[in-house]
């Protein structure tokens, strides 16, 4: 029925417990591991089943709503069915008002980029600025990243959205004390346009901005296609003199082969266990091995999310070299930012000065 979907007319059940089992063995089936020429392929499968007459009485219906149920099916991580029902409707047109509103601010400049820093646990000094976008709805108020995002690169929307991001953040970073970074995040999606080394560098032409100043953020996502563009693109933007963190590392498969073969300038541990330190004795352990392998690697290895003092002290005790977090600042607009790229250094002592 398409590139990957495929329709299933199952025309005798006599129960809805038939359905549920035929899509049990389908999703069984294809779990199991196939042999394509000598190459071992894993791949699987999400089913959304709609039942006919209370799921609708023609084709174009039936269709429509067990797509809705196979898009509710994938939303839970894939790999299991589900059944029509009619919030999944519901949830279906709010998703799409949202994606209408979403390109609605895009092109009336209703989104906003905020900045985190990033800080040397040595000396205290700002050295990178987290570029984070930020949608103040004029109705509906505040909205999550979490929640438009995903309907951002399902879409496509999250391109241009990407593209608009790049640019300001590059244009902020060019005003910046000298030494300073900003950090941009890429989605998989962005990483599948051929384009986007070209756009980097229109971003950084038009501000200014040298390469060197601007960390691109990749999650472990963009890394599981392993493709060949994927790892084209990031030697593009390597030869472009661009920096490439691996960020939330931990979370994911976290492949060592992924720190050998990709041209990784920093590593970032995923907020998660640093929140567990003084609560999960397992915890040091884990920041310790991933900073020595940052440092035996010549990578710089960042705490994200630290919240406290103490979490402070033991990520400098365990070897990360930089650390990202409210202790320091919450996200703030540009031109608080600037504010406090502006201001002295705090003064060196052993327990570091938070940054807001």
């Known amino acids: 029925f398409g590139g990957d979907e495929f329709v ?10 038939d359905s549920g089992r035929l899509a049990r063995r389908l999703v069984k089936a294809l779990a199991v591991p196939f042999d394509v020429d000598g190459h071992r392929i894993d791949i699987g499968a999400s089913i959304g089943i709609a039942v006919a007459p209370k799921d609708g009485i023609d084709a174009d219906e039936l269709i429509k709503n067990a797509d809705m149920a196979l898009y509710a099916a994938k939303g839970n991580g894939g790999g299991e069915h589900r059944f029509f029902a009619a919030e999944m409707e519901e949830r279906a047109q709010a998703r799409r008002a949202l994606e209408l509103d979403l390109r609605d601010a895009l092109a009336h400049d209703e989104l906003e980029v905020y900045y985190q820093p990033l ?25 999550s990243p979490t929640e438009f995002v995903p309907i951002a690169e399902e879409t496509g929307l999250i391109i241009s959205i990407g593209e608009w991001v790049l640019q300001r953040a590059c244009q902020a970073a060019a005003t910046w004390p000298t030494g300073t970074k900003v950090a941009v995040n890429m989605s998989p999606v962005q990483f599948r346009d051929r ?3 070209a756009r980097v560098v229109s971003a950084l032409a038009k501000s200014g901005l040298s390469a060197q100043h601007l960390d691109l953020e990749i999650t472990e996502r963009v890394l599981l296609e392993e493709s060949d563009n994927t790892l084209y693109t990031m030697e593009q933007l390597k030869v472009l003199g661009v920096c490439i963190s691996l960020d939330d590392f931990g979370t994911g498969y976290s492949s060592l082969n ?31 091995a991933v ?27 365990e070897g990360c070299h930089e650390g990202q977090g409210f202790l320091f600042s919450r996200a703030v607009p540009a ?22």
């Open 8 to 17: 299933i007319l199952q025309s005798t059940p006599s129960r809805r417990q």
């Open 119 to 143: 800080v040397d646990l040595q000396t205290g000094r700002i050295t990178t600025c987290e570029a984070l976008l930020r949608w103040q709805h004029p109705e509906r108020g505040y909205i």
């Open 195 to 197: 384009s986007l080394g």
């Open 258 to 288: 992924y720190l050998r073969k990709y041209p990784f300038h920093k590593i970032k541990i995923d907020r998660s266990f640093i929140s567990d330190l003084g609560q999960d004795s397992d915890a040091p352990s884990i920041v310790r």
């Open 291 to 317: 900073a020595g392998l940052g440092n035996s690697l010549n990578m710089i290895v960042v705490a994200e999310g630290i919240e406290n003092e103490e979490q402070l002290k033991q990520v400098r005790e």
């Open 335 to 356: 031109d608080v930012i600037l504010e406090k790229l502006l201001q002295p250094p705090p003064p060196k002592r052993p327990g570091l000065v938070a940054v807001a």
